[in-house]
Each structure stands twice: as C-alpha cells, then as structure tokens.
C-alpha cells in the first residue's frame, strides 16, 4: 500500500510537470507564431528613433507644362537631447547662430524628449546658417532635409496658387483645394538608441520620401503673364481700389487667365494682411452686373417665343415709368421706333423692361436659375461667392423692371463669365 501511495504521487507529478511544459510551449508557439510582429514592434519602438525627411509636394503646372509651384530644399535643426554632451555649450553657440536668446534655445536643448524639432526658429534655415551649425560638429545636434514650396513668378497668379504653411500644408487657393493629393508621404532615417538615448553601434535605415502628386492646370502662363501686365498698367494709371481680370476659353469653358488687386507673393505671404490674402475677387466680388445681363433676358425671351428679335418692335420715347418710378435709357430722347434685335444692339433699357413685363417673373427668374445664378459655378477654389438674386416671392412689378436690365441683382465675375 506505501509503495502505491508513492507511485500515484509520483504520476501527479509527472503530470503536473508535462502540463507545465505544454504550456510553456505553446505560449513561446504563440509569441513567435501569432503574436510575432506586434511584440516585435512594440520592441523597436522602445530602442528605434527616426529623424523626419520631408517629402516635396506635388508641382502645379501650366496647360503647356510650365511650373508655376515648385520645391527647393531646405534644411531643419533637430536635437536628440540625451545625446547632447555639453548642453550649455550648445545652447549657447546655436542660439548665436540662430539670433534668438539662449533661455528660448534652453528649452529645445533640456527638453526631455527623445527627438526635438526646433520650431519655428530652426526651420528652413539658410544654407549659411546650416554649415556653421555644422561646423560645430556637437553630438545629439542634426541637420535634416526638408522641402519648401517656391513660386517662381512671385506674384503672378497668386490668389489662384495660393500658398503653403511652414509644414507644408495647403493653406489657400489650389495648394488647400488639392492639398490631399500634393502632399506626399515623409521619409526618415532611422536610427537606434538606448533607453538614455545612446546611440547603439546599429546600422541606420534610410527611408526615402515620395513626392506628392503633380496637378497641370488649364491656365496658358503666356496669357496669364499678359493679363498680370496689363494690370499692372491699370493700377499705374487709376489707382483703383480693386482690379480684377479673368480669361476663358468660350468654346470649352476652361479658364485661361486670372488675376486680381490687390495682390501678394506667394513666397512670402506672412507680409500681407488676410485682407489681401483672402480677396480673389474674380469668384468672390459681387457687383450689378448692369448690361451684360442682358444677354439673359435677351435669351429667355427668345427661348419663350414672347419676341421675334428681327420681327416684332419696340418704341423708345427716352424712358417708361413702373410702380411710379421712372426708369430711362441712356440716350436723351430714346432710340425711337427699333426691332427688339435693336433694343439689344442699342443697350436700351426701357425694351429690356418690355421683355421682362412680356416673361413675367416666373418664367424670367427660371432662367436665372437655370442659367444657375444665385449658387456657386464650382471652380475648384476656395472662398467662392454665390451673388445676390431677389427671392421669387419678393419680386414685385419694379424689382422685375430692374433685374431684366440687371440692377438690383449682383452676380460674381466667374460666373458670368461662365
């Protein structure tokens, strides 16, 4: 019976013993089986640093390939503060070199942070500023590339480009509008340290940058370089408050020139007001587009069949009166006895008046929505403006004299254009 009891003791234990190794097994099975990479990131994140390489953005061209937003390379200041031997040393000598005080530069230098990137004063540095900070040769102190948008036509079609932030990011204009697809995906050089930040004798991994995406435009910068000169002699000459210009192609829509004052340099934005920075007038000034409204009441009536351009005719006595306001034409006395295609070749506001009564403001109205005044035209730039249309409801006998030659209505200048 002793020898028995012993015996199933023994079995317990080797039992106890097998299950212990399953265990053991399986778990090693399932950390380097299933859990591998997750343990494994988790590891290089403790010991592996990276220090940023900026990637360039995504060019803007010209219909004819001429870039109008490029990149130049710059270089930015990164401190590994725990690899940083003599930290007054060179807090001292960099804050020198950079012209700020040393308590600003003690800041980045004491930071207990495994990477620092000295902002904003040691962004984009100069050349000269970056070989002197090379040439002190300090440990922990790193120089890395990074990307800067350039506009090498300064003002040229500024409001349109817009510009970019310190960090590269979209801010305005079509650098903001297609922003997602100009940015490209940053690179780094990777290296490994110590929970002290030691550097460990660990060869570094270079992981390159890709470029964001090129985006060509219908813009033809030979027009436009015309246009910008033209306004030019415009402000010279008037001293207007605003000017603004806009070229397109009537057969296809595209627009091949744009460009408004006040104006500003892209490269060098932070100089401006938001004032300047925000007005592209060409999509957001809202002005009575006066006569060249015409045009639409000329074609709703047309398209109604309520006037027979060459047939039907109209008499000009020099004004006509609605709702007791007298509306007149610009010449004194009236163009007299006209067809209505007369009435259109001779600007005349009281024939325009007749179309409007001959519609009604149903029909009338319908085609300035049709023709998709009061909303936005859709060019892709931020900031545009819808104009003002009179409500339906709020158009009275007087409001629908006006609109039919254009006043008391404001459209923006892109949309007619459009």
Request: proline share 3%.
């Amino acid at each position: 019976m002793f020898f028995k009891s012993i015996d199933k003791r023994i079995r317990i234990i080797l039992l106890a013993i097998i299950f212990m190794f399953v265990v053991i097994i399986a778990k090693v099975a399932y950390v380097q089986l299933i859990n591998y990479e997750k343990l494994n990131k988790l590891a290089s994140d403790l010991w592996s640093r990276e220090l940023p390489i900026a990637a360039d953005r995504g060019r803007i061209l010209d219909r004819n390939g001429i870039v109008l937003a490029d990149n130049i390379t710059t270089t930015s200041l990164v401190l590994i503060p725990n690899q940083i031997t003599d930290k007054e040393k060179a807090s001292t000598l960099i804050a020198e070199i950079l012209g700020v005080t040393k308590e600003e530069m003690d800041k980045h230098v004491y930071k207990e942070t495994s990477i620092e990137r000295v902002h904003p004063e040691g962004r984009q540095l100069s050349y000269e500023i970056a070989d002197k900070i090379a040439s002190l040769n300090l440990d922990g102190v790193y120089l890395v590339k990074e990307s800067k948008r350039y506009y090498p036509y300064g003002k040229s079609l500024s409001h349109v480009l817009g510009y970019v932030g310190i960090d590269n990011q979209g801010l305005s204009g079509l650098e903001l509008e297609y922003d997602e697809y100009l940015t490209g995906e940053n690179g780094a050089i990777k290296y490994f340290s110590d929970a002290k930040g030691n550097s460990l004798d660990i060869s570094e991994i270079y992981e390159s940058p890709q470029s964001g995406i090129d985006i060509q435009l219908t813009i033809d910068y030979n027009i436009q370089k015309a246009v910008e000169r033209e306004m030019d002699n415009v402000v010279d000459m008037f001293n207007p408050d605003m000017a603004l210009a806009i070229v397109m192609d009537p057969n296809t829509g595209e627009i091949l020139a744009m460009s408004s004052r006040p104006t500003y340099d892209s490269n060098n934005y932070s100089n401006y007001s938001m004032e300047v920075l925000s007005r592209n007038l060409p999509i957001w000034a809202s002005y009575e587009p006066g006569s060249t409204f015409k045009i639409i009441t000329t074609a709703a009536a047309v398209e109604e069949g309520v006037v027979n351009l060459e047939k039907d005719t109209f008499d000009d006595s020099g004004s006509v009166v609605v709702s007791g306001a007298r509306i007149g034409c610009w010449k004194a006395g009236g163009h007299g006895h006209q067809t209505f295609l007369q009435v259109l070749e001779n600007s005349c506001n009281p024939g325009f008046v007749k179309m409007g009564q001959l519609l009604g403001k149903e029909r009338l109205f319908s085609y300035i929505d049709l023709f998709g005044f009061g909303s936005k035209t859709g060019v892709d730039l931020n900031g545009e403006g819808k104009g003002i249309i009179f409500p339906l409801d709020k158009v009275g006998e007087l409001e629908l004299a006006t609109t039919a030659f254009g006043q008391g209505v404001s459209v923006t200048p892109i949309h007619l254009t459009v």
